[in-house]
Every structure is written in structure tokens, then in C-alpha cells.
């Protein structure tokens, strides 16, 4: 029994520690801060660029063609898991990715991209809207989905999440209102990406061990920003000698936000349904065991003991490589460019952002008018708001407000907010325009009266 034990034990531990140095542990490489998972997607992709546009291409291109053909529910597809899952999605959705590959084409082949004028064409493909999702979202996803896709498995199917659940759910369940084994998702969300922690959560989501509401609360509450691309909001406004009090900022936004937002509609009012039944932990720790530790060591080793060998460990990372590729980077093409289109060709965010004047007035932010402008157009892309208060705004008070807020609305549509809607979590886009909104607010009455400390 003990060498069983013994056995498991390492199968749990070894799998496991090699799963958190490679997505949590934090590496300075280059003068900078990343994840080794970052390190080996950029290594990659360095060797790969000049393929990488074209197999963004043809993967969205796959993923339109039989989208298309399985609303006809042919055999191959319905008979195979991996197919069926992946191109087996609502008509609104095909739509989507029929969208989503008309404008890849278009970017790719520089259609009307050297042109003067102002027509649609040459918005759609411009470096602002389609070349940049193109360029320098989807190269770079099309890399980290692949690896951290077959890799995550390491985070997965050897009891790590079983493990840190049974001991976090005491803090994670009455602070967050969900379960202990997300702290995985967000760790690995704020020291690597995001785009990680959706991955993640929707692989959790579709497993049954998160109900519909704790998915969608995890979705969009704790797939923080990098501290990687929190330095490089922060650059942009040149402030970067304000960084320890800018992070430190985020973190309690993050903290309070993750608090309130479950707590509030539409979040608060998602059901506890699960895609698959009697998965998830109970929550409370049962009488044979000691101490959360003891019975999250029996959770980890019960799951390791279910480990079904390499082909299983592979299939299962092709999975989530496949479901990404196929599911999400149309969305992130589609929608990511139809929300630049908007932020760089209409008024619209201008528009909607004038609400936000009062509030702005009222928290003393000078400059008002100036950074109202920047509180929607984040709901497109994170990066944005930064841009615009680099050009427009001369007050530091307002662009140090401006690069917190950017990063604490977290949710854009040009990636997290794209991967949420491409994937088969259950949230909207109306949804996630109103939890936008109350991030925004929250965020707003918290760092304004800390930058008239600071300032």
C-alpha cells in the first residue's frame, strides 16, 4: 500500500511542480519578468514568424469552412469528439467565424491596405484594426495556445487543482464566492497572461468542476493582467518611475472588484448549473479527514491514480490546443476588428464615455473631458486608453488614473473579452459590457482619491 501511495505521490508531485514552473514561477529573462511557457511561445515564434500570418489564415479559414458544414451535422463531425466540440456551434457563432475569416483574408492579402482614401476596405486592413489583430494578437495566440494547450494538462490531470482547492477553499468561497481551485487560474493569469487563465477556466467549466456562475465569475474577475503588460500600459504614458504604487493599485482594484462583482448582477445572477454533474469539490471538508491538507493530498492522489498514460495526457492537450485555435482566434479576428473599426473610425466611444463626465468632475480628475474619452474605448482594446492619454493629456494625476483604469476594466474585446465569447463559457456580450462598466466605476472611485495622495 505505501509503495502505491509512494507512486501516486510522485505522480501527483513531479507532473505538478513541472506544470507550476512553467506557467506561475516568475523568470527575469531579458531584463524582464515572464513565465517560462511566455519564453518558449516567443522562442517559437521567433523561428516561426514569417509562417505564422498564413497558418493564422488557414486555421480560421478550416475553422469558417467547417463551421459551415457541420450546421448540416454530418457523421465526421457529430462522431468525433474533438470536431464536434470544436465546429458544432449555434448559427450567431458561424456567422462569427465566417466574418472572422472574411477579414483575415482581406488583412492578409493587403486588400485596399496602400490606398488614400477613407473606404471600408482600407479601414478593415489598416495597421489600427486588422492588421493589428492580425499581426500582433493572433501571431503571438496562435504560438501560446498551441503550447500552453498541450501543456496545461500538467496543471490539470495530476491533482494540483484538486489539491490547492481543498486548502483555499476557506478563503477563495466567502471572499470570492468561488472555489479554492481557481487561485490556479488567477496566479497564472497574473504572472503569465490572461488568455492563459480562460483557457483554464473554460477547460474547468466544461469539465463540471465549475458551475456556470463560478466560471463566468472566474472568467471575468480573475484572468488578471500580466505584470508584463502592466509595465508596458505604464511605459506608454512615460511613468514608469511610479510603477511599485501603480502595481500595488491594481492589485487592491483587482482584490476589491473580485469581492463586489460576484456579489452584483449579471454576475451574481448566473445559476450553479454544471455542464457535467458531480464534479465539483463539496464545500466543506469531510469528517475523516484532519485538516484541508489531508484531504486535499486524498483529492490529488485519487486524481493522479486516474492518470490514463502519455496518449491520454497528449489527447487531452490537443484538445484544448485544437478547441482554442479553431473556437477562438476567428473571434478574436471578427470581433477584436470590428471593435477597432469603431474605436478608430466613429465617435462612438467619445459618445459614450461623456456619462462618465460627472464622475470624473466630481473625483476632481483634471483634464475630465480628456479622459472621459479613454473609459469606453477600453472595451475594445486594453492598450487604447494608454495611447490616448500618451497623445491628448498633459496632467500626470489623469494618466496615471488612465493606465490603472485600462488594466483594471480587464475585459476587451480584442482578446480576453474575444476569448470569453469564443469559448463556450456562458456569458454574453451584453454581459460583459455591464461588468465593464461596473470595473470601470469601482476602479474609478478607488484610484482617484489615491492619485490626489500621490500626485
Known amino acids: 500500500m505505501e509503495k502505491r501511495d509512494s507512486k501516486l505521490l510522485a505522480r501527483f508531485l513531479v507532473p505538478s511542480i513541472v506544470g507550476?514552473?512553467?506557467?506561475?514561477?516568475?523568470?527575469?529573462?531579458?531584463?524582464?519578468?515572464?513565465?517560462?511557457?511566455?519564453?518558449?511561445?516567443?522562442?517559437?515564434?521567433?523561428?516561426?514568424?514569417?509562417?505564422?500570418?498564413?497558418?493564422?489564415?488557414?486555421?480560421?479559414?478550416?475553422?469558417a469552412i467547417l463551421s459551415v458544414i457541420a450546421l448540416a451535422k454530418p457523421k465526421f463531425i457529430t462522431d468525433n469528439d474533438i470536431l464536434n466540440d470544436t465546429f458544432s456551434v449555434s448559427p450567431i457563432w458561424v456567422i462569427v467565424r465566417v466574418i472572422g475569416c472574411v477579414f483575415i483574408w482581406l488583412t492578409y492579402l493587403g486588400v485596399a491596405a496602400g490606398d488614400d482614401d477613407t473606404g471600408i476596405l482600407h479601414m478593415i486592413t489598416e495597421g489600427g484594426a486588422g492588421g493589428f489583430v492580425l499581426g500582433d494578437l493572433l501571431t503571438v495566440l496562435v504560438i501560446i495556445f498551441a503550447i500552453a494547450g498541450l501543456l496545461l494538462p500538467l496543471l490539470l490531470d495530476f491533482g494540483l487543482l484538486e489539491f490547492i482547492g481543498a486548502i483555499l477553499t476557506k478563503v477563495m468561497r466567502p471572499l470570492f464566492k468561488i472555489p479554492g481551485r481557481a487561485a490556479v487560474d488567477c496566479i497564472t493569469s497574473w504572472i503569465g497572461d490572461g488568455t492563459l487563465g480562460v483557457m483554464l477556466t473554460c477547460n474547468q467549466y466544461e469539465g463540471g468542476y465549475y458551475s456556470a456562475r463560478e466560471a463566468s465569475v472566474i472568467a471575468t474577475t480573475f484572468s488578471a493582467v500580466s505584470i508584463t503588460f502592466?509595465?508596458?500600459?505604464?511605459?506608454?504614458?512615460?511613468?514608469?518611475?511610479?510603477?511599485?504604487?501603480?502595481?500595488?493599485?491594481?492589485?487592491?482594484?483587482?482584490?476589491?472588484?473580485?469581492?463586489?462583482?460576484?456579489?452584483?448582477?449579471?454576475?451574481?445572477?448566473?445559476?450553479?448549473?454544471?455542464?457535467?454533474?458531480g464534479k465539483a469539490m463539496p464545500e466543506t471538508i469531510p469528517s475523516q479527514y484532519k485538516s484541508s491538507f489531508d484531504y486535499g493530498m486524498s483529492l490529488a492522489l485519487d486524481k493522479a491514480a486516474e492518470f490514463g498514460?502519455?496518449?491520454?495526457?497528449?489527447?487531452?492537450?490537443?484538445?484544448?490546443?485544437?478547441?482554442?485555435?479553431?473556437?477562438?482566434?476567428?473571434?478574436?479576428?471578427?470581433?477584436?476588428?470590428?471593435?477597432?473599426?469603431?474605436?478608430?473610425?466613429?465617435?462612438?466611444?467619445?459618445?459614450?464615455?461623456?456619462?462618465?463626465?460627472?464622475?470624473?468632475?466630481?473625483?476632481?480628475?483634471?483634464?475630465?473631458?480628456?479622459?472621459?474619452?479613454?473609459?469606453?474605448?477600453?472595451?475594445?482594446?486594453?492598450?487604447?486608453?494608454?495611447?490616448?492619454?500618451?497623445?491628448?493629456?498633459?496632467?500626470?494625476?489623469?494618466k496615471f488614473i488612465v493606465a490603472v483604469v485600462s488594466v483594471t476594466q480587464l475585459i476587451y474585446l480584442s482578446e480576453v473579452g474575444g476569448l470569453i465569447l469564443g469559448s463556450k463559457l456562458p456569458v454574453k456580450l451584453w454581459e460583459l459590457f455591464v461588468i465593464f462598466l461596473e470595473r470601470t466605476i469601482i476602479s474609478l472611485l478607488i484610484v482617484c482619491p489615491l492619485a490626489h495622495l500621490i500626485f
Do not use: H
Not at 514552473?21 to 523568470?27: S, T
Not at 529573462?29 to 505564422?52: N, P, R
Not at 470590428?338 to 466630481?362: D, V
Open 309 to 398: 498514460g502519455i496518449g491520454q495526457f497528449l489527447k487531452n492537450g490537443l484538445k484544448n490546443a485544437v478547441g482554442m485555435w479553431f473556437g477562438v482566434l476567428p473571434t478574436v479576428m471578427a470581433i477584436g476588428t470590428l471593435a477597432l473599426l469603431l474605436a478608430n473610425n466613429t465617435s462612438i466611444f467619445e459618445i459614450l464615455g461623456k456619462p462618465f463626465m460627472p464622475l470624473l468632475e466630481l473625483l476632481q480628475v483634471p483634464e475630465a473631458a480628456e479622459a472621459s474619452k479613454t473609459m469606453i474605448v477600453g472595451f475594445t482594446d486594453m492598450f487604447t486608453p494608454s495611447i490616448i492619454a500618451a497623445e491628448g493629456i498633459a496632467a500626470p494625476m489623469t
Open 20 to 63: 507550476i514552473l512553467i506557467f506561475m514561477i516568475p523568470i527575469k529573462y531579458g531584463g524582464e519578468w515572464t513565465i517560462a511557457v511566455k519564453i518558449l511561445a516567443d522562442k517559437i515564434g521567433g523561428v516561426l514568424a514569417s509562417v505564422l500570418p498564413i497558418l493564422c489564415v488557414i486555421i480560421i479559414t478550416i475553422s
Open 230 to 277: 502592466s509595465i508596458v500600459v505604464l511605459a506608454q504614458v512615460d511613468m514608469m518611475e511610479y510603477f511599485g504604487v501603480y502595481y500595488l493599485i491594481i492589485c487592491l482594484v483587482g482584490i476589491i472588484c473580485a469581492i463586489i462583482s460576484p456579489r452584483i448582477p449579471p454576475l451574481s445572477m448566473k445559476k450553479d448549473d454544471y455542464v457535467v454533474e
